[in-house]
């Protein structure tokens, strides 16, 4: 078990035990963000320009421009991209998170927390169900249709929904959502149920969507991590990790005690899959998405002990957790003061120095999106970050 002690010397971790995020509103993005109502693009991961994007992000980010009328169409709105015309900045510089490919744009709504003690803020984008959705790369008409849907009527009735019932606290929907047998991150499904249950009564249509949609809770985890990560960034000196994204190229890290410096290394393919039938490893695009932030909060692959029916569907033998959760125990910042998992209280965090002392980095529950532009998802796995951003993180932590 770890130390309590550890609070005391990381003012980091403190404020990371100490965050309440409360989930408060659903908005356009170009509301709260500044950089979308300027005109310009979000992504997933650290930064990477749009010429050197992956196929499923530039497929992601032409639909969602043509969408905003940037252009006629989304191969004339990449080219304008291409050109330098749109400004495209990663989520995390944004004080937001998106999933998979995690193209965000002005019209888009976003779910809004705020931090009760500080009143510090994060958003992320409401979740479009599994499969063939525009955050794996697909783009067809079904796609943009489900968008504007979820623009034009899914937004509103939630944003009416929270204003009756108040601010919904997300710490309590988690540690209900862990006793229910979720990770946060790859299984969501009582966390979906549970959302909609305190919302409700919502309008037909969009209780049906949320209900069938398990991953709904998803992009609630990951605003919920987002925001108590931000309440813990900028301590001098602290290794606690708040920041890691993939964009299908790199993936990025961020330390509390390096502020907002990306340290980046290769993203590599899920190894394990759970690939869905008549795909293979070839089909792989390399990981992306800025999910996990889940895990960098504790939870997803670091809380595999509450869900073992998550573990198939990353490719994991369910007979392997107990042993997971003691290699990761040994790179956790702290236990968790409020939340519990099976064999103990959950991981709060990852402390940057104990994953170069140990050499293990936090894997990472992941959907896998197909490497081709218009296909989708196709299945499920843990992916690895690379240990050298993690190295080099801790080097200029040191310097």
């Known amino acids: 078990m770890l130390s309590t002690s550890l609070y005391a010397a990381d003012g980091a971790v403190q404020a990371l035990a100490a965050a309440r995020p409360l989930l408060v509103d659903v908005v356009p993005a170009a509301r709260i963000v500044p950089h979308l109502a300027a005109g310009g693009a979000c992504h997933a991961g650290p930064p990477i320009a749009s010429e050197a994007m992956c196929a499923p992000m530039r ?51 976003v779910l809004v927390a705020r931090d009760e003690a500080s009143g510090l803020t994060a958003w992320c984008p409401l979740n479009e169900g599994s499969g063939k959705v525009l955050r794996y790369g697909a783009d067809d008409a079904e796609v943009v249709a489900r968008l ?4 034009d009527a899914l937004a509103p009735a939630l944003a009416r929904a929270l204003e009756a019932h108040g601010p919904l606290d997300l710490l309590e929907l988690h540690a209900r959502s862990l006793e229910q047998g979720d990770e946060a991150h ?18 037909a249509e969009v209780d049906a969507f949320v209900r069938a949609n398990s991953q709904f809770f998803l992009n609630v985890a990951m605003v919920f991590a987002k925001l108590a990560l931000v309440c813990a960034g900028g301590v001098e000196g602290s290794s606690l990790v708040t920041v890691v994204a993939r964009n299908g190229v ?28 008549g795909y293979t490893a070839a089909d792989m695009n390399p990981d992306l998405g800025d999910s996990a932030i889940i895990e960098v909060y504790g939870l997803g692959a670091l809380a595999i002990g509450a869900s073992p029916l998550s573990a198939p569907s ?86």
Not at 148 to 151: K, S
Not at 186 to 203: E, F, K, M, S, Y
Not at 250 to 277: I, N
Not at 321 to 344: K, S
Request: net charge negative; glycine share 14%; charged share 15%.
């Open 59 to 109: 497929a992601a980010l032409g639909v969602a421009l043509a969408l905003e009328g940037v252009a006629g169409t989304a191969a004339e709105a990449l080219a304008l991209a291409d050109s330098g015309e749109v400004a495209l900045l990663p989520n995390h510089d944004c004080g937001g998170v998106g999933p998979m490919s995690g193209v965000v744009t002005g019209s888009m709504p």
């Open 148 to 151: 504007v849907w979820m623009r």
């Open 186 to 203: 790859h299984r969501t499904n009582a966390g979906t149920q549970l959302i909609a249950d305190r919302l409700a009564p919502l309008d």
């Open 250 to 277: 790199q993936v990025g890290v961020k330390l509390s005690g390096t502020g907002e410096r990306w340290f980046t290394g290769p993203a590599a393919a899920p190894d394990p899959a759970a690939l869905y039938p």
């Open 314 to 399: 990353v490719g994991l033998d369910p007979a392997t957790i107990g042993e997971r959760m003691r290699v990761l125990r040994a790179i956790a910042a702290a236990e968790h003061p409020l939340l519990a998992l099976p064999d103990g209280p959950a991981i709060l965090g990852v402390d940057a120095r104990r994953v170069v002392a140990t050499g293990t980095v936090p894997p990472i529950h992941t959907g896998i999106a197909h490497r081709e532009p218009g296909v989708g998802q196709i299945g499920g796995g843990v992916t690895l970050p690379p240990f050298e951003a993690f190295v080099a993180a801790v080097a200029a932590l040191d310097e």
